[in-house]
């Protein structure tokens, strides 16, 4: 395979997929979509909004049938659960969907049942779906939220420290 054809996706912009990263020392993959080489196209960011779309309204009717567990158990859908981010490959075969749930003390299982209802959720989607190909869905808890309350905490803590300073002067 030329150089010219593989797509770079670290940080120092030396790294080809399949190879270990020299940055974040990990296998490189599609999946790898924490710096993008580009700025996204236009078609991309219209299918991440169709991607977004069409599983919200999957999720919203819980059109997915009952998911059974290895031991035969029937596994519940999660409840209410929202698409926060919908990431994808350039080459659309790729997909990163990150979940919020409604309760975040269940986030694991809402995970672990995504997960397994892939193929099913693939299916429901490539009926739903004007694309030639169904990308390969990965979902995520989002942690964006808790990130952004972690600063807005150090910024309140970080205020409250120069207000008891100068009240000190």
Known sequence: MKNATKEIF???QKCYKGTQ???LGHVVSNLDLFVPTRAPSPRVNRVEKEIRAILSNIF???DI????????????????????RVKISPDLRECKVFLRPLIGEHAEKVVDYFSVAVPVIRKLFAQQSRL????????EIDLSFEAAERIDELLRK???RAAKGDEGA
């Not at 567990?69 to 926060?84: H, N, Q, R, W």
């Open 65 to 84: 049938p009952p998911i059974f567990s290895k031991l035969g158990d029937v596994i519940p859908f999660p409840g209410i659960v929202t698409i926060t």
């Open 60 to 62: 919203q009717r819980q």
């Open 132 to 139: 030639r190909v169904v990308p390969n869905f990965k979902f």
């Open 10 to 12: 670290c940080i120092r």
């Open 21 to 23: 990263c020299c940055c």
């Open 158 to 160: 970080n205020a409250e």
